[in-house]
């Protein structure tokens, strides 16, 4: 079965410091992998994704992630972060089953970011 | 887009009591999922929908869940007989069909108290 594991349960950082979340999935075969993130107060929204191609994947704000297939990771990043990233991020995985679209999209556990102005 | 549309927001019932959450998705997406969350949780696949087609279900989707989307529109998630375990935000997502950006757009969730 599919899982999807982030290292982190809760990070603080000050603002302009550098962020990198950690991600791992279990899975042996195609997988499209995602980012998805949830201020607070409103809904899920996606952040980045990769499907295939370039391993290294810039999304919304300024994040990007990186696809090591060798270490099934999916690590987010981002350079310098503001007090308005202060969210809930989500990594999920699913088999790239069908020309990229998602059934069963199995999440992590989420990781909490305080950004302290 | 209007966005994935939920109600009720909030429910508070007894144990044993039947809830139904409806999640009306974005007009154009036919695709519509059904996730579950629990504090310190990410969200758990429960079923999803190809138009009024039920795709795929979860284990954790018991006998007392029921989903249905009958006209391939609107959908709505049934609990029967209610237990202090089913509380939880229920979430609903809606994607475009295959082979397109593949992205869920999630709604703002259905939170279910269960006393």
């Known amino acids: 079965a599919q899982s999807v594991s982030q290292h982190n349960h809760h990070v603080i950082l000050s603002e302009a410091a550098s962020l990198e979340l950690g991600c791992n999935y279990s899975y042996g075969g195609t997988v499209n992998l995602f980012w998805y993130v949830q201020y607070p107060g409103q809904h899920l929204q996606l952040l980045l994704k990769?499907?295939?191609?370039?391993?290294l994947v810039k999304g919304i704000k300024g994040f990007e992630a990186e696809f090591i297939k060798s270490k099934f990771s999916f690590n987010l990043r981002k350079p310098s972060v503001q007090w308005s990233d202060t969210a809930e991020y989500f990594c999920?995985?699913?088999?790239?089953?069908?020309?990229?679209?998602?059934?069963?999209?199995?999440f992590g556990k989420g990781t909490k970011l305080s950004v302290k102005p | 887009d209007t966005g994935v549309s939920q109600n009720p927001r909030h429910k508070i019932t007894k144990r044993g009591q039947n809830v139904t959450f409806r999640c009306d998705p974005i007009s154009e997406h036919n695709r519509l999922y059904w996730y579950r969350q629990t504090l310190g949780q990410g969200p758990e696949f429960l079923t999803y929908?190809?138009?009024?087609?039920?795709?795929?279900k979860s284990r954790l989707l018991s006998d007392r869940f029921s989903a249905e989307r009958p006209k391939g529109s609107f959908s709505t998630l049934e609990i029967q007989r209610t237990e202090q375990g089913d509380s939880a935000m229920y979430l609903c997502?809606?994607?475009?069909?295959?082979?397109?950006?593949?992205?869920?757009?999630f709604g703002e969730g259905s939170r279910l108290t269960v006393l």
């Open positions: 990769y499907f295939s191609g370039d391993p």
């Open positions: 929908f190809q138009n009024e087609a039920q795709l795929e």
């Open positions: 997502a809606s994607s475009r069909p295959p082979g397109t950006t593949g992205e869920l757009f």
């Open positions: 999920a995985v699913n088999a790239g089953r069908d020309g990229g679209s998602q059934g069963n999209l199995i």
